[in-house]
Nanobody
């Protein structure tokens, strides 16, 4: 059974940075190499939204709200996906999740990102 484990969240001030990590377990190594992967987030009272996704060929797409500030990257050998976030804003506050794109697997517990003004 595939498990997605997110980590790296925390409380930061506006303008700060965080790097989120997502480890995929319960499957063969190099699982990620054949999957488009993505980061999503869900803010309080809002629906889960797509933040960024990365195709198997390395191409990336970002939500307009995070363009130029967030970078998604992956390490297929480690079955891991990352999200580097800089210049964080209070509106980035949310629980962040990783999954395939589109989402195929059960959601992990996510990692909380809180940005104070």
């Amino acid at each position: 059974q595939v498990q997605l484990v997110e980590s790296g969240g925390g409380l930061v001030q506006a303008g700060g940075s965080l790097r989120l990590s997502c480890a995929v377990s319960g499957t063969i190594l190099s699982f990620l190499s054949g999957k488009d992967m993505a980061w999503y987030r869900q803010a309080p009272g809002k629906q889960r939204e797509l933040v960024a996704h990365m195709s198997t060929d390395g191409s990336t797409v970002y939500a307009d709200s995070v363009k130029g500030r967030f970078t998604i990257f992956r390490d297929n050998a480690k079955n891991s996906v990352y999200l580097q976030m800089i210049n964080l804003k209070p509106e980035d506050t949310a629980v962040y999740y990783c999954n395939t794109y589109p989402s195929l697997f059960s959601w992990g517990q996510g990692t909380q990102v809180t940005v104070s003004s």
